[in-house]
């Protein structure tokens, strides 16, 4: 054996009771587990680590992230290792880097430098998913990248790829293309399509289009994950429309954060909750990922209405320098509700700037829009252009719009999964970035009982793994492979907050990936042993 984990608690992934254990690892994999009543020798390893008083758990699964290209910026990726994240599903919202041709990766490199930067500093060597997903392979001179990443074809990006950013229904030959463009993807190892049906230019696409590519997507056993229409007014019937529609196409749903948020949707969790349950118990195969926070967080250019986005970036900020079209935007997003913000006015006392790609606009920083046109005098939409047309789009958000009781409500549902959402740019950013799953385990299992920890445990691990049809991942069992998070019940929580979102989680000595340890001793190891994980090619029919 490589590595003994000596009388350690074992919290397995599936929900069912803790044990007390002796667990070997070899050759990336769990070799053996004796439990306390077993018989005979107990295993013995070239390396033996004392987990008296600390829990193993298979390595958490971020089913919710925005690291596709921080995984190949930066090797330690703490954000992340630290909190016992050992897999990331990435390619969300319907934005990612892959599929793309020239002109399609400078469109999207531009709309989501918010989210990830401008990539500047990355060799966008790939075109293809397969190119991607052997990109994050290689990771840094051949040694693989921090943690482990699944990937999720962005529908936007493929809109973009095959009609632009039109505000029109695709014709039979581009829906066509399309089709091919998932199915190749999925061909090459992506877990299934993601949406951002808020977003531009994937909003554009009809439900017909929407079941057309899901239908794909069910051919090959992947799943569909819509940040949908609407987390605001029209919250409930957005959900309605996803389920419908997987429904119709026979594919699997993952509804991306699903939240209630806003004035409108204050205490009505339930209501979300009884319309899954009415779908689940009718046959429908659906999961969700949630956040333990209230505020979302996005781009500042989001919150525009659609049709102020058709043509891309640069027809956006020609938009903003136009007096009489921001008029019309402003009119739009401080009256009516912009379909950017969720059918709801802007209260710009809620929006508040997390990150700037310009550095002269720091001051902006920590503050809501709101605050900083008081410190001018001017009103806060005048702020809100300016910073819009200097920053050329790039900066991020906090939304200050959501409910507690929603948040606990929906983490308790039998399909809940874990997903951080996490934006890693900017200054100030969610602390969800650097805490979500320690923040589960500490404030919402030790300090509020929310949930037991071997229920919260499996939410992040073992259903999830489900989801993504794993076989060997997600359960601490013999065989599978040892991606392994050993935390301190009593100890663990989250180190960051709004006020410093990027301070390290307490209570997680050691996190392995195939074995090796990532994090050791609390500290950061330089093991890259992080890859793809690629989903078995082959389509039904």
């Not at 077993?38 to 295993?43: E, L, V």
């Not at 991606?483 to 410093?500: H, M, Q, R």
Request: aromatic residues 6%; hydrophobic residues 40%; proline residues 5%.
């Amino acid at each position: 054996m490589d590595t003994v984990l000596r009388d350690v608690r074992v919290i397995d992934g599936s929900g069912g009771p803790s044990y007390r254990a002796d667990v070997a690892l070899a050759e990336g994999r769990i070799a053996a587990i004796h439990r306390e009543p077993d018989g005979g020798d107990r295993p013995s390893a070239r390396r033996t680590v004392d987990a008296t008083g600390l829990a193993l758990a298979p390595g958490f699964i971020d089913m919710h992230a925005h690291s596709d290209l921080a995984l190949l910026r930066d090797p330690a990726h703490e954000a992340k290792a630290a909190q016992g994240v050992t897999l990331e599903v990435i390619g969300q919202d319907g934005l990612s880097y892959a599929p793309v041709d020239d002109r399609t990766l400078a469109e999207v490199r531009a709309q989501i430098a918010g989210w990830n930067g401008d990539g500047a500093d990355i060799d966008f060597s790939w075109r293809s998913v397969g190119e991607y997903l052997d990109r994050l392979d290689h990771g840094f001179d051949g040694q693989g990248i921090a943690v482990n990443a699944a990937y999720l074809i962005p529908q936007g990006t493929v809109r973009m790829l095959a009609l632009g950013w039109d505000d029109r229904a695709a014709t039979d030959a581009e829906l066509a293309h399309m089709k091919q463009l998932v199915a190749e993807g999925l061909e090459q190892g992506a877990v299934g399509l993601s949406s951002g049906l808020t977003y531009t230019p994937g909003m554009y696409a009809s439900d017909a289009e929407l079941t057309e590519l899901c239908r794909v997507v069910a051919r090959y056993e992947g799943y569909y994950c819509p940040h949908h229409r609407s987390y605001g007014a029209g919250a409930l019937q957005a959900y309605e429309e996803m389920v419908g529609l997987t429904r119709e196409a026979g594919c699997a749903l993952h509804l991306a954060h699903a939240t209630m948020n806003f004035g409108v949707n204050k205490g009505r969790a339930p209501e979300l909750l009884t319309l899954l349950d009415k779908a689940l118990d009718s046959g429908a195969d659906i999961s969700l990922d949630t956040y333990p926070y209230t505020p979302g967080c996005t781009t500042l250019v989001a919150m525009l209405p659609s049709w102020a986005s058709e043509g891309g970036p640069e027809a956006i900020l020609a938009r903003l320098h136009d007096d009489a079209e921001a008029a019309r935007i402003r009119h739009v997003m401080e009256v009516e509700g912009a379909d950017g913000c969720h059918g709801v006015p802007m209260e710009w006392d809620t929006i508040e700037i997390s990150g700037v790609s310009n550095p002269a606009l720091t001051e902006y920083v920590g503050k809501t829009v709101a605050a900083s046109a008081a410190e001018r005098g001017e009103e806060p939409w005048v702020t809100a252009r300016r910073l819009l047309v200097e920053d050329r789009l790039g900066s991020t958000i906090l939304q200050h719009v959501g409910h507690e009781e929603n948040v606990r409500q929906i983490m308790r549902h039998r399909v809940h999964t874990g997903g951080s959402d996490g934006i890693l740019q900017g200054a100030k950013p969610h602390p969800r970035a650097y805490g979500t799953f320690p923040q589960y385990l500490g404030r919402y299992v030790r300090e509020l009982g929310i949930l037991s920890l071997e229920e919260c445990v499996a939410h992040l691990t073992g259903r999830a793994a489900a989801r993504l049809r794993l076989p060997d991942r997600g359960l601490v069992r013999a065989g599978y492979r040892a991606d392994l998070v050993l935390f301190d019940p009593e100890t663990v929580a989250a180190g960051s907050t709004f006020e410093e979102p990027r301070t390290l989680p307490a209570g997680i000595p050691h996190v392995l990936i195939d074995g090796r340890f990532v994090i050791e001793d609390g500290t950061r190891t330089d093991v890259l042993a992080g890859r793809s994980v690629r989903r078995t090619p082959g389509a039904r029919g």
